[in-house]
């Protein structure tokens, strides 16, 4: 018998204008280590589709103090809770919730007033997909030709400006309220989670034209980095994608 297996590819860079990188990831026990490098992170792999694993991007809040370790403790975290992982059959919102203790306890350990992350994860179980999303980070399918914003917008815009209103690390007296929703896998569709350094340079159609081929993931995610740098590369990119075949 043969079994599903999920092919990822990751790639995590700077951006042109930003001094640090406040993007980091979890991909089937991968997370971006050293928050100080300036290096892009990138590689590719394969999974069993029935690994029950774990996929997400985070995206440490931009003009909040300390961007980079909330979104270094979202990953950080992810990884020592999946190794639990068979514990849990639908894992992503009690992990959210792990995540959004944490960064309030790194929080109040630093003195800062707010420290956070946006969150957009993708956990396989069996032939079901979890997702949860919190904040402007999305979840994308490739089914077909047809491309889908599986996650929900946690954003207020006034003007040019936009504010988050969900993200992991929201202190007491607030309320998080993740979007969080399960579905299907069919083979052969593709799932792409990203920060919003893709989503605000690139629109949905030229993410699905990109990505709507047959080559190699990491040639793919590689494109996507490539497209948003070349489009002004104005905050950190980082671009996962998740095939089932």
Same mark, same amino acid.
Do not use: W
């Given at each position: ?21 406040? *993007? ?55 990884? $020592?809770?999946?190794?639990?992982? *068979?514990?849990? !059959?639908?894992? @992503? ?11 309030? !306890? ?16 993708? &956990? ?10 919190? /904040? ?12 889908? &914003?599986?996650?929900?917008?946690? @954003?207020? $815009? ?7 209103? !969900? ?12 979007? @969080?929703?399960? /579905? ?12 919003? /350094? ?20 990491? @040639? ?11 489009? /002004?590369?104005? *905050? ?10």
């Amino acid at each position: 018998m043969h079994k599903n297996k999920a092919e990822y590819a990751v790639v995590c860079s700077m951006g042109k204008f930003r001094k640090n990188n406040e *993007d980091n990831f979890y991909c089937a026990g991968h997370i971006r280590e050293d928050v100080s490098s300036t290096f892009d992170v990138a590689f590719s792999g394969k999974v069993d589709a029935d690994a029950n694993e774990l996929f997400a991007v985070y995206d440490g809040m931009g003009g909040e103090a300390c961007g980079e370790v909330a979104s270094y403790v979202a990953a950080a975290e992810s990884l $020592v809770f999946t190794r639990a992982k *068979d514990a849990y !059959q639908a894992y @992503v919102k009690p992990l959210a919730e792990r995540i959004n203790s944490v960064i309030c !306890q790194e929080t109040e350990a630093r003195s800062l007033v707010l420290m956070g992350t946006t969150a957009a994860m993708l &956990q396989i179980c069996g032939e079901d997909i979890y997702i949860l999303n919190s /904040g402007d980070s999305r979840i994308y399918r490739l089914s077909g030709h047809e491309l889908e &914003q599986l996650s929900m917008e946690h @954003v207020a $815009v006034s003007g040019s400006s936009k504010a988050i209103t !969900q993200f992991l690390g929201m202190p007491e007296g607030y309320e998080p309220t993740p979007y @969080v929703a399960r /579905g299907k896998f069919k083979p052969g569709d593709m799932y792409l989670l990203c920060s919003d /350094g893709v989503t605000d340079m690139l629109t949905d159609d030229e993410i699905c034209r990109i990505i709507d081929d047959r080559m190699d993931l990491d @040639v793919l995610a590689r494109a996507l980095t490539d497209a948003a740098l070349d489009r /002004g590369g104005m *905050d950190n990119i980082t671009a996962l994608l998740l095939r089932l075949t």
